[in-house]
């Protein structure tokens, strides 16, 4: 089972950005997908997760309002737009059995990540 997470890159401040994740190696049924970050000197984070029918979603509050995750068949995106020079980070995707946790926001409960891809917002 592989994640890879695509669509990084260097912005200006106020730019939008979408990120890809592409899973491949099984069908992800019944599974919730979620974007954690990692930012230099710092812990990784959640972001955002959604449900695998899309039928509810959950934000950091850091990101709410201009961050938007969507999934499709075996595929998780997360359109940002009025990026910040504080969302400069490596953007980490990743995968996990509903029945394994309730919102997708604590990190531990995800089986499968991608690789990350970096985002970098000058000010």
């Known amino acids: 089972v592989q994640l890879q997470a695509s669509g990084g890159g260097l912005v200006r401040a106020g730019s939008s950005l979408r990120l890809s994740c592409a899973a491949s190696?099984?069908?992800?049924?019944?599974?919730?997908w979620g974007w954690f970050r990692q930012a230099p000197g710092k812990e990784r984070e959640f972001v955002a997760s959604?449900?695998?029918?899309?039928?509810w979603t959950s934000y950091a509050d850091s990101v709410k309002g201009r961050f938007t995750i969507s999934n499709s068949k075996n595929m998780a995106f997360l359109q940002m737009n009025s990026l910040k020079p504080e969302d400069t980070a490596a953007y980490y995707c990743?995968?996990?059995?509903?029945?394994?946790?309730?919102?997708?926001?604590?990190?531990?409960?995800?089986?499968?990540w991608g690789q990350g891809t970096l985002v970098t917002v000058s000010s």
């Open positions: 190696g099984r069908t992800f049924t019944n599974y919730i």
């Open positions: 990743a995968a996990v059995s509903s029945y394994r946790t309730t919102w997708g926001r604590n990190e531990n409960d995800y089986d499968y």
């Open positions: 959604i449900s695998w029918r899309g039928g």
